[in-house]
T-cell receptor
Framework: DAKTTQPNSMESNEEEPVHLPCNHS???????IHWYRQLPSQGPEYVIH?????VNNRMASLAIAEDRKSSTLILHRATLRDAAVYYC?????WGGGADGLTFGKGTHLIIQP | GAGVSQTPSNKVTEKGKYVELRCDPI?????LYWYRQSLGQGPEFLIY????????DSGLPNDRFFAVRPEGSVSTLKIQRTERGDSAVYLC????????????FGPGTRLTVL
């Protein structure tokens, strides 16, 4: 799977929007962009995924650059419960099948009350 | 419904001992994954089962690590002759087995090797 680059940490205030960036300049045409997050002392949980178009769900939005070399996870109104490590992961649906996820170090999101 | 469960939640053992970690996936999920997470790092893939067979075991660090899933449901990760470097949180995940499927993770087993 292609590599992703994320900032080590970010800080935001409660009830404000948060934009978490991810660079994936070597992404291939069949790579989906997935985001997972890991709350303290828990296993990772799925947040959102997309291929080319922007995606929205009840947890977040995913904005994908037109050239697909970067993406941004958007939390519209952060709460203290959103404090977690956020991982941006690429999955090749053709070559990799349902293989294991390749996690990097992710972005540690700190929410200030 | 019930999520992925893992037992025990914590395991303390001595160097050189054998340990077994258990994972109960979500009912109906054909794919099952094991990961290992060291402090301050993201989870690291170990092995992936599709049904009863190991579809990819390329992440197992050495032959002291072995995993089974005999009936295509519960899986056991087995570690022989444990070393202090094996101390980590071992995570299990399951999915329906398609490439874009969400993986659902358990809470993990924290293994400490003294």
């Amino acid at each position: 799977d292609a590599k992703t680059t994320q900032p080590n940490s970010m800080e935001s205030n409660e009830e404000e929007p948060v934009h978490l960036p991810c660079n994936h300049s070597t992404i291939s045409g069949t790579d989906y962009i997935h985001w997972y997050r890991q709350l303290p002392s828990q296993g990772p949980e799925y947040v959102i995924h997309g291929l080319t178009s922007n995606v929205n769900n009840r947890m977040a939005s995913l904005a994908i650059a037109e050239d697909r070399k970067s993406s941004t996870l958007i939390l519209h109104r952060a709460t203290l419960r959103d404090a977690a490590v956020y991982y941006c992961i690429l999955r090749d649906v053709w070559g990799g099948g349902a293989d294991g996820l390749t996690f990097g170090k992710g972005t540690h999101l700190i929410i200030q009350p | 419904g019930a999520g992925v469960s893992q037992t025990p939640s914590n395991k303390v053992t001595e160097k050189g001992k054998y340990v077994e970690l258990r994972c109960d996936p979500i009912s109906g999920h054909t794919a099952l994954y094991w990961y290992r997470q060291s402090l301050g790092q993201g989870p690291e893939f170990l092995i992936y089962f599709q049904g009863t067979g190991a579809a990819d075991d390329s992440g197992l660090p050495n032959d002291r690590f072995f995993a089974v899933r005999p009936e295509g449901s519960v899986s056991t990760l087995k570690i022989q002759r444990t070393e202090r470097g094996d101390s980590a949180v071992y995570l299990c995940a399951s999915s329906f087995g398609l490439a874009t499927d969400t993986q659902y993770f358990g809470p993990g087993t924290r293994l400490t090797v003294l």
